[in-house]
């Protein structure tokens, strides 16, 4: 598959687009880790890498930081947000740091509640909590988890708003459940989608939104729409907040970005043959023998990932966010080489501030 094909039919040239970019404000620009654990490497070592970014994020000016939530796979190591969390807050000055999210299927709405109050009470203003309806992972794990039906994601969301809120009615037996820590609030709540389904939910609660464009087909603006049309202000957000989740692999020419986004595509293939393995590297691509059934599928994939150089990334992901209105842009790279990964955050800023 010639990635420099690989555009979408209308999108605005990198010259086209930065004429257009100086008649508008880009929005603020974050960062989402999955803790990726490529090939050559101990997942302790991937885990110690996570603070790399952290302090690159923190040192740049990106908005938050948010730790995604997978149990089972061998290529990603964040199963544990809110340690990572914690830890990447010891770590930095600024940069708010949260979940992206707390698979609440796989949770107790109580022990979600406690976890994220003590990450608040210990940097008080720099956590937020972001919410998934899903599992993150296979059914043998989730059942390992003892997670619970996605159609209970309402009640149990509901569940734990009512800790918080005191929403429990007086002839609740949970009414009288002491939460602590006490006079510690939640840090700000924001609900994970990838379809619309949820964006709706999170308006009339009144909590952020973001949506999850870096693996989903569905077009974003269409779920921001329902989130803003049902938006009721709350004491946490007055406003509503939308986040586009983004996948993005920068590197100095389209070439280069072009060459590490191989990696990604056997990452997804061997997830969709359900043989998952670390981050390979590009090369192992080049040598894979593909059948057209898998790149017809990698090339469906990968028409969600933004790829390029500095100049084409920027363009594109300003496409975006005038179709969408974003509020905010989180983006996610993985790739194999934990330095081009920093690269790519790094030369993503610097464009993006120009």
Not at 21 to 30: E, I, R, V
Not at 136 to 155: C, I, Q, W
Not at 162 to 181: C, N
């Amino acid at each position: 598959m010639d990635k420099s094909q690989n555009t979408d039919e209308g999108a605005l040239e990198p010259e086209r687009a930065f004429s257009h970019l100086g008649k508008m404000t880009l929005p603020p620009l974050s960062i989402q880790d999955l803790a990726p654990i490529s090939q050559g490497y101990s997942t302790k070592e991937a885990l110690a890498k996570t603070l790399d970014l952290a302090r690159l994020g923190d040192e740049m000016g990106f908005v938050r930081l948010w730790y995604a939530e997978h149990h089972g796979m061998p290529s990603i190591a964040s199963s544990a947000p809110d340690i990572l969390i914690a830890h990447a807050a010891a770590h930095t000055k600024r940069i708010n740091v949260g979940a992206g999210g707390v698979m609440l299927p796989n949770h107790v709405p109580l022990r979600v509640v406690e976890t994220y109050r003590t990450l608040e009470g210990l940097y008080p203003g720099r956590i937020d909590l972001g919410i998934g309806r899903a599992g993150g992972s296979d059914g043998l794990t989730l059942r390992a988890l003892r997670s619970t039906n996605g159609e209970d994601f309402p009640h149990e969301f509901a569940e734990m708003l009512a800790y918080e809120r005191g929403g429990f009615p007086d002839d609740h037996p949970l009414a009288r459940v002491k939460v602590v820590p006490a006079e510690v609030p939640l840090p700000p709540i924001w609900l994970l989608g990838s379809s619309g389904a949820s964006a709706q939910m999170a308006g009339q609660y009144g909590i952020g939104y973001a949506f999850a464009s870096h693996f989903s087909p569905t077009p974003a603006g269409l779920a921001f729409d329902a989130y803003r049309r049902s938006f009721r202000p709350s004491d946490q957000f007055a406003t509503p907040h939308a986040i586009l989740c983004v996948a993005v692999i920068c590197a100095p020419t389209d070439e280069q970005a072009q060459h590490l986004s191989k990696s990604m595509e056997l990452t997804w293939l061997r997830l969709r043959s359900n043989d998952p393995q670390k981050i390979a590297p590009p090369e192992d691509s080049d040598n894979y023998p593909w059948t057209d059934q898998e790149r017809a599928f990698v090339e469906s994939q990968s028409n969600l990932w933004i790829v390029g150089s500095p100049e084409t990334v920027k363009a594109k992901i300003a496409e975006k966010v005038v179709e969408t209105n974003a509020d905010e842009v989180m983006v996610s790279t993985t790739v194999h080489d934990y330095d081009k990964r920093l690269e790519s955050y790094r030369l993503l800023k610097e464009i993006w501030d120009a």
